[in-house]
């Protein structure tokens, strides 16, 4: 009775923080993320080499609130070379086309609850 009693406390805690601060579980690229009320942001920097090199970033999931974006853009620049905004149901491969340097994907997180799974590679177009 103890231990139902204690774990029931823990679940109320972690209901509790999710609804107020938002809570992200999960490790990208890997496995998909949950989302709850989570409002956020995460950079990953992408090194393309080559002649013909893009940067892909596949996305898929399944928001029921907020909304997810993802930018691609060259380091140390301010502006996005590419941004695309998801709400609801969404599966897409993004490919974006890279010199040789270094790239920012930076995923954003507005009010986001549902599930997410992201991956981002660069990759050299071999025809």
């Known amino acids: 009775m103890r231990t139902l009693l204690f774990l029931a406390l823990i679940v109320g805690g972690v209901y509790f923080y999710a609804e107020r601060y938002g809570l992200a579980v999960g490790y990208a690229p890997f496995t998909p993320v949950y989302y709850w009320n989570y409002t956020g942001e995460t ?14 970033v596949t996305v898929s999931g399944d928001l029921r609130k907020g909304s997810f974006e993802v930018e691609v853009r060259r380091a140390g620049q301010t502006s996005p070379g590419l941004l695309k905004r998801y709400q609801g149901r969404f599966a897409e491969e993004i490919r974006y086309p890279a010199d040789a ?9 507005k009010d986001a609850r549902g599930q ?5 590679v660069a990759a050299r177009n071999e025809f």
């Open 43 to 56: 950079r990953n920097q992408v090194r393309a080499t080559g002649i013909r090199a893009f940067v892909k």
């Open 101 to 109: 340097n270094l790239y920012d994907v930076i995923f954003r997180f």
């Open 116 to 120: 997410i799974r992201m991956d981002w």
